[in-house]
Every structure is written in C-alpha cells, then in structure tokens.
C-alpha cells in the first residue's frame, strides 16, 4: 500500500511532478520485538515525509521503495531509530542457493566507486554464510580494492532461512547511545522507568516531527521527554508528585535538553497550562498507591484519556502504555485504536502500547 497521508494518487502524482527514480531500501531489523521494529520504521518514514511502498515484511526484514529517500532523510532516520541496525539501499533479494546468489549478482552491478568491504548478518542456522561472502567477494571485487579497514563502501548480506538480502549500507543506527541512557546513569532515576531504547520507540510511534509540541502527563523522571527532547521535539511534562517533576527537571537538563516545560498537577489540571499538543507519549501507572494517589486505577485512566483527547490536536497520535488489554477499550471511547503492541516486561508484568488517534 503506497503511503502519505493514505492516499495513493499522492504518491503517484508527486512522482510524476518529480522524475525521480525508484529505489529500493532495506531496513534490518533488531528482532527484539514481533512488532514495535516494523512499527517504529513505518512511523518514521511518515515523520520525515517519505513517501513509500512496502515490498516485503517480516522479523527480520523491512523492504521499501521509495523516491524520495535522500542521504539527508536517510540520515534523519538514523538518528531516531532504536529498533533497527542498519539502512541498506537495497542490490537484490534472493534465494539463500549459491547459485541464485551468483546469478542475481551479476546482474546487480554498485554503480558507486571506491574500495569495499562485505559484512554479513547470518540468521539462519542452516544457511553457510562464509559461502556466500566467498561468492559475493569473487564477483564485486573484481575491480575494485578490498578494505577491511576504511572502506569506501560496505556491501550487507543479511541471511535468513528463507532469503538472503543484499545491499549497500547508507546507514548504522547507534544502538550504544540506549544502554548509555539507562536510568542508573542519570542524575535522579526510578528502578520502574522504561528503557530509553524502548521509550525511544514509543516516541517514534507518536511521529513527532522536529520542533512540534510532546506531551507527556505522567512524565515520571523524564525518560520519555529525554527521547523526545534528543530528536528535536518540543516538550511537556506533568506529574502528581513534585519530587518526581524536581528529579525530570535535573535529568532534562544533565541531557543539555532546554526546550521543556514541567508541570507538578494532577492529570485533570494540566489543561489549564498546556494549549493544544502535535502528540502525546506516556506510560499509565501501573495502579500502586503510591502512583494514583489512592484513585482507583479505571478511573485514573478514564479521565486521563478524556483530558487527553482535549489537549491533543486533531488527526495527532496519542501513544499510551496501559496495564492490561481491557483498558485499551476505555480510550477507544476518545480516540480511534490505530495499533497496539503487546510487550512482556517479565514473568508476572506485561505491558500494552496502544496507539491512538485523535
């Protein structure tokens, strides 16, 4: 399904304006989740205004063609993808034959020049991947130079059991900058705060787009807004407990973030100092005393998705982290239910990610 907006004759029209030529682009996925890596990419394409056509999807994979993919947007999507390992643009897909290998290959030429070097992501246990290294190697180093050191350009295998997908990187996301996030490295931190790559995620999901307003009403300290902030959002904070807003405000500013607001209110009050928001991300309490005040957890949800709905602009995403399936319905009675991801936090706590719009 071509996509902007939803609407096909968009995407064939602007083409068509623009004589640009169609390439294909590989996105490998981490596999760390069923669905939040395919989600994440699909929402950030949408973000940075790429128009795309998705040819094939799986765990493993996400292929797109698009036009309108520049070095610059490629870049842009680095640079707030969590759940990804690299941007390919991609030469061919195949069978994981040697033989289909060798054929697709030769007649899959890199226009680009400079030396190369050839990294493999083998994900099967039944494909030999040095073979197909081997073959690649024999045919795309015929007349270049081989560089394991700093080449000029690095050819991806990426293998799975059923295919092989082979492509040139453009990208590598830096995974690293998460675990250099994590809540026992910031200034002020509760043992309960999502993962940054997690809370990463969540953001993406909303498709904030640089400098538009986020909100997040149950900030806690700040791991949301950190995400935000990072890609260049605009954001707002608000929580019930005003050592929580002190402790965001010092991990906001430990991070350099400046472009912030933070509101100690409860959630029927926040409206009263925010005007109309492009997208709000949180992550509902999980229903201990301590974190609804003694308020009975539906009812907590209920006027929060209410109060929600109110500040969130039309046609804007509402990304919310609920305790259990059955909330989910509560905010269908506000907003329209675009998806959800189910996510298995541990052995007794599994959370649900709902997306929703205005």
């Given at each position: 399904?071509?996509?902007?907006?939803?609407?096909?004759?968009?995407?064939?029209?602007?083409?068509?304006?623009?004589?640009?030529?169609?390439?294909?682009?590989?996105?490998?996925?981490?596999?760390?989740?069923?669905?939040?890596?395919?989600?994440?990419?699909?929402?950030?394409?949408?973000?940075?205004?790429?128009?795309?056509?998705?040819?094939?999807?799986?765990?493993?994979?996400?292929?797109?063609?698009?036009?309108?993919?520049?070095?610059?947007?490629?870049?842009?999507?680095?640079?707030?993808?969590?759940?990804?390992?690299?941007?390919?643009?991609?030469?061919?897909?195949?069978?994981?034959?040697?033989?289909?290998?060798?054929?697709?290959?030769?007649?899959?030429?890199?226009?680009?020049?400079?030396?190369?070097?050839?990294?493999?992501?083998?994900?099967?246990?039944?494909?030999?991947?040095?073979?197909?290294?081997?073959?690649?190697?024999?045919?795309?180093?015929?007349?270049?130079?081989?560089?394991?050191?700093?080449?000029?350009?690095?050819?991806?295998?990426?293998?799975?059991?059923?295919?092989?997908?082979?492509?040139?990187?453009?990208?590598?996301?830096?995974?690293?900058?998460?675990?250099?996030?994590?809540?026992?490295?910031?200034?002020?931190?509760?043992?309960?705060?999502?993962?940054?790559?997690?809370?990463?995620?969540?953001?993406?999901?909303?498709?904030?787009?640089?400098?538009?307003?986020?909100?997040?009403?149950?900030?806690?300290?700040?791991?949301?807004?950190?995400?935000?902030?990072?890609?260049?959002?605009?954001?707002?904070?608000?929580?019930?407990?005003?050592?929580?807003?002190?402790?965001?405000?010092?991990?906001?500013?430990?991070?350099?973030?400046?472009?912030?607001?933070?509101?100690?209110?409860?959630?029927?009050?926040?409206?009263?100092?925010?005007?109309?928001?492009?997208?709000?991300?949180?992550?509902?309490?999980?229903?201990?005393?301590?974190?609804?005040?003694?308020?009975?957890?539906?009812?907590?949800?209920?006027?929060?998705?209410?109060?929600?709905?109110?500040?969130?602009?039309?046609?804007?995403?509402?990304?919310?982290?609920?305790?259990?399936?059955?909330?989910?319905?509560?905010?269908?009675?506000?907003?329209?239910?675009?998806?959800?991801?189910?996510f298995r936090v541990h052995r007794s706590l599994t959370r649900y990610f709902a997306v929703?719009?205005?």
């Amino acid at each position: 399904m071509f996509r902007l907006g939803g609407d096909k004759n968009n995407f064939k029209k602007f083409f068509k304006q623009q004589k640009l030529v169609s390439m294909k682009y590989l996105f490998e996925l981490s596999k760390e989740h069923k669905t939040l890596p395919t989600a994440e990419v699909l929402s950030c394409l949408k973000a940075e205004d790429i128009l795309y056509n998705v040819i094939e999807s799986n765990e493993d994979v996400l292929v797109i063609e698009s036009k309108n993919m520049t070095d610059y947007k490629i870049k842009r999507l680095a640079d707030r993808l969590s759940m990804t390992f690299f941007v390919d643009k991609l030469l061919f897909s195949s069978p994981p034959s040697i033989d289909e290998i060798r054929r697709h290959a030769s007649k899959h030429r890199i226009e680009e020049d400079g030396s190369i070097e050839i990294r493999c992501n083998n994900r099967s246990k039944t494909v030999d991947s040095q073979k197909i290294i081997r073959e690649l190697g024999e045919i795309y180093s015929r007349d270049r130079t081989v560089d394991l050191t700093k080449p000029d350009l690095t050819l991806r295998v990426s293998v799975t059991k059923l295919r092989v997908y082979v492509g040139l990187k453009k990208a590598e996301i830096n995974r690293s900058q998460f675990e250099e996030r994590k809540v026992q490295y910031r200034p002020f931190f509760s043992p309960i705060s999502l993962h940054p790559r997690l809370a990463r995620t969540l953001v993406n999901l909303s498709m904030i787009k640089r400098d538009e307003i986020l909100l997040d009403p149950f900030c806690g300290t700040g791991g949301i807004l950190i995400e935000a902030g990072l890609i260049g959002a605009e954001t707002i904070g608000g929580d019930i407990d005003d050592r929580m807003i002190e402790g965001c405000r010092q991990n906001l500013d430990h991070y350099r973030l400046r472009d912030y607001r933070l509101f100690c209110c409860d959630i029927g009050d926040i409206i009263k100092y925010v005007g109309q928001v492009d997208a709000v991300v949180t992550d509902l309490p999980y229903g201990k005393s301590t974190t609804t005040k003694g308020e009975d957890i539906k009812q907590l949800y209920r006027r929060a998705f209410k109060n929600i709905s109110m500040m969130l602009k039309r046609g804007g995403r509402a990304v919310i982290g609920l305790s259990n399936r059955d909330m989910m319905v509560l905010g269908c009675q506000c907003f329209s239910l675009v998806e959800y991801h189910v996510f298995r936090v541990h052995r007794s706590l599994t959370r649900y990610f709902a997306v929703y719009q205005n």
